[in-house]
């Protein structure tokens, strides 16, 4: 029982910030037009600053194992969902192909970005922190690659350029040093670096990395919960109770159930198995929901699939996550 009060701990504040960001949305405190200037501060600086802070010094992720499951179970987690997203669309038989290929996209890309990272920081600790960060590697690029392919009816290889995004990046570019610094024999943690004569200056620099670094959530959650707020009307408007379940059915129950059993199957790390058992319980992600506006998808449909499956998570998420942990023996 403690255990699962735990989880349901590091999850409500969460969607406490969300409602937060909806109701400063409401009363005009936070407007559209500041939008886009927070969206690129947070994707271009504050977000690689989180990256970086938790990647750079991982001693996880000088582990073979680690480097090179991590980014292959996100990209296959990730296609699996959109794979099953997208049979499941085809099996109901929408009217129109774009209701088909907005739920196979909508249904299939997990929130894998912000809500994991304060969960598995909370459950687990900074040590997993940074496989979940390659872990997003391998899912930033299925969401590029195979989640936007079935989306545009496109093939796969003309979405390549696509991924290198500045997370992705950052990705890349943390991992490389962490590698560098574990070949001259070197340690970035700040107790390393506060006891050797050389640490200073870049204990300075990690600092500040870290300061800048715990912005990404609040701000993150607060965002997507003015997104959500902008859309509410629309969602309330174009309500379908079966696109909901079928959501429900995919995103909530399906999806949390094979990656779980990934994770107590596959012979991974110890960390490797909290990422996925968090990332298994994740609901829609809501940037689809500006790219299917953008690129001329169904945007009810999208909307049913993110506000249902955002809104089950409050209970589906701790749940999953417990049932996890309890499969793949979590400590």
């Given at each position: 029982?403690?255990?699962?009060?735990?989880?349901?701990?590091?999850?409500?504040?969460?969607?406490?910030?969300?409602?937060?960001?909806?109701?400063?949305?409401?009363?005009?405190?936070?407007?559209?037009?500041?939008?886009?200037?927070?969206?690129n501060?947070?994707?271009?600086?504050?977000?690689?600053?989180?990256?970086?802070?938790?990647?750079?010094?991982?001693?996880?992720?000088?582990?073979?194992?680690?480097?090179?499951?991590?980014?292959?179970?996100?990209?296959?987690?990730?296609?699996?969902?959109?794979?099953?997203?997208?049979?499941?669309?085809?099996a109901?038989?929408?009217p129109?192909?774009?209701?088909?290929?907005?739920?196979?996209?909508?249904?299939?890309?997990?929130n894998?970005?912000?809500?994991?990272?304060?969960?598995?920081?909370?459950?687990?600790?900074?040590?997993?922190?940074?496989?979940?960060?390659?872990?997003?590697?391998?899912?930033?690029?299925?969401?590029?690659?195979?989640?936007?392919?079935?989306?545009?009816?496109?093939?796969?290889?003309?979405?390549?350029?696509?991924?290198?995004?500045?997370?992705?990046?950052?990705?890349?570019?943390?991992?490389?040093?962490?590698?560098?610094?574990?070949?001259?024999?070197?340690?970035?943690?700040?107790?390393?670096l506060?006891?050797?004569?050389?640490?200073?200056?870049?204990?300075?620099?990690?600092?500040?990395?870290?300061?800048?670094?715990?912005?990404?959530?609040?701000?993150?959650?607060?965002?997507?919960?003015?997104?959500?707020?902008?859309?509410?009307?629309?969602?309330?408007?174009?309500?379908?109770?079966?696109?909901?379940?079928?959501?429900?059915?995919v995103?909530?129950?399906?999806?949390?159930?094979?990656?779980?059993?990934?994770?107590?199957?596959?012979?991974?790390?110890?960390?490797?198995?909290?990422?996925?058992?968090?990332?298994?319980?994740?609901?829609?992600?809501?940037?689809?929901?500006?790219?299917?506006?953008?690129?001329?998808?169904?945007?009810?449909?999208?909307?049913?699939?993110?506000?249902?499956?955002?809104?089950?998570?409050?209970?589906?998420?701790?749940?999953?996550?417990?049932?996890?942990?309890?499969?793949?023996?979590?400590?």
């Amino acid at each position: 029982m403690n255990e699962y009060l735990q989880i349901l701990g590091s999850v409500i504040p969460l969607f406490l910030m969300m409602g937060l960001g909806a109701a400063v949305r409401r009363a005009k405190v936070l407007n559209e037009e500041a939008d886009k200037t927070l969206v690129n501060l947070l994707v271009h600086v504050i977000q690689p600053c989180l990256i970086l802070d938790h990647v750079i010094p991982s001693e996880a992720l000088r582990r073979s194992g680690n480097l090179l499951w991590s980014p292959l179970l996100g990209f296959l987690c990730m296609a699996i969902g959109v794979g099953l997203a997208t049979l499941t669309a085809r099996a109901y038989r929408f009217p129109q192909s774009a209701q088909t290929r907005t739920f196979g996209f909508a249904g299939g890309i997990f929130n894998y970005g912000y809500i994991p990272v304060p969960v598995i920081s909370v459950l687990y600790g900074a040590g997993t922190l940074g496989v979940l960060f390659v872990y997003n590697l391998g899912a930033e690029v299925a969401f590029w690659t195979v989640g936007f392919a079935v989306f545009e009816q496109r093939s796969i290889l003309k979405e390549w350029p696509r991924i290198f995004t500045t997370p992705v990046r950052a990705i890349l570019l943390g991992v490389a040093i962490n590698l560098s610094t574990e070949y001259f024999g070197l340690r970035f943690d700040p107790d390393t670096l506060s006891a050797v004569a050389w640490g200073w200056p870049v204990k300075i620099i990690m600092d500040m990395i870290h300061s800048i670094g715990l912005c990404t959530i609040p701000i993150a959650m607060l965002l997507i919960g003015a997104t959500m707020a902008d859309f509410w009307g629309e969602f309330r408007a174009s309500f379908g109770g079966t696109v909901m379940l079928l959501a429900l059915l995919v995103r909530n129950l399906v999806c949390p159930l094979v990656f779980v059993l990934l994770a107590w199957a596959l012979p991974v790390s110890q960390e490797l198995k909290e990422t996925v058992v968090v990332q298994a319980a994740m609901p829609a992600g809501v940037f689809t929901l500006l790219l299917v506006r953008h690129y001329g998808g169904d945007v009810p449909v999208a909307l049913q699939v993110i506000f249902s499956t955002s809104a089950a998570a409050i209970i589906t998420l701790p749940l999953w996550i417990h049932f996890g942990m309890q499969l793949v023996a979590v400590k």
